[in-house]
């Protein structure tokens, strides 16, 4: 079964660039989808985007001009990068397999505060 | 974006009674390839979402069969046909036809 767990920093200064990496393991980065899904506290879930197994990428146009998605096959991860951060990108983000989110990562808080 | 509506938001539930959630999208979700991109997770209390249905009735291995999704186009239904204790949480409805992907609001189960 493929796992997935998220690393990266649980504060984030405003104006900053978040970033966060998704360790695969039990399946190959090179075989699948992938995705990053946010959850504000207390709120519902917000598709952020995904990386195609050929390496394109789609993303949500609310965010799409500050966030980038990119895999790095040698050591079986994928990565989310979120620029100008501000406090309503706070929020537990998620990677998941897939487009339709078949397994998910344990997720990690990230704040912004300054 | 397409809209996902879920209803109720709430519901409180006996363990061994049946439940229901609706799902209703603002498009229709089938894809001229022919399948409908409409899957069904649960989040339990303090733990990500699990993926539980996908292409609006198709449960994930391990899941109960006393889960079941149903509908099509534009109309989807989640039932469990034995609450158990275990199945509280939020239900999550989600669409993959189109682009940003889109959420419902979730419904929250609880047990009487």
């Known amino acids: 079964q493929v796992q997935l767990q998220e690393s990266g920093p649980g504060l984030v200064k405003p104006s900053e660039t978040l970033s966060l990496t998704c360790t695969v393991s039990g399946g190959s980065v090179s075989s699948y989808y992938w995705s990053w899904i946010r959850q504000p506290p207390g709120k519902g879930l917000e598709w952020i985007g995904y990386?195609?197994?050929?390496?394109?990428?789609n993303y949500n146009p609310s965010l799409k001009s500050r966030v980038t998605i990119s895999v790095d096959t040698s050591k079986n991860q994928f990565s989310l990068n979120l620029s100008s951060v501000t406090a309503a990108d706070t929020a537990v983000y998620y990677c998941?397999?897939?487009?339709?989110?078949?397994?998910w990562g344990q997720g990690i808080l990230v704040t912004v505060s300054s | 974006d397409i809209v996902m509506s879920q209803s109720p938001l709430s519901l409180s539930v006996t363990p061994g009674q049946p439940a229901s959630i609706s799902c209703k999208s603002s498009?229709?979700?089938?894809?001229?390839?022919?399948?409908?991109?409409l899957y069904w997770s649960l989040q339990k209390p303090g733990q990500p979402p699990q993926l539980l249905i996908y292409?609006?009735?198709n449960r994930l291995s391990g899941v109960p069969d006393r889960f079941s999704g149903s509908g099509s186009g534009t109309d989807f239904t989640l039932k469990i046909s034995r609450v158990e204790p275990e199945d509280v949480g939020v239900y999550y409805c989600?669409?993959?036809?189109?682009?940003?992907?889109?959420f419902g609001q979730g419904t929250k189960l609880e047990i009487k």
């Open positions: 989600m669409q993959t036809i189109q682009l940003p992907y889109t």
């Open positions: 998941a397999r897939g487009r339709g989110a078949l397994d």
């Open positions: 498009q229709s979700l089938l894809h001229s390839d022919g399948n409908t991109y």
């Open positions: 292409q609006v009735s």
């Open positions: 990386i195609s197994i050929s390496g394109s990428t």
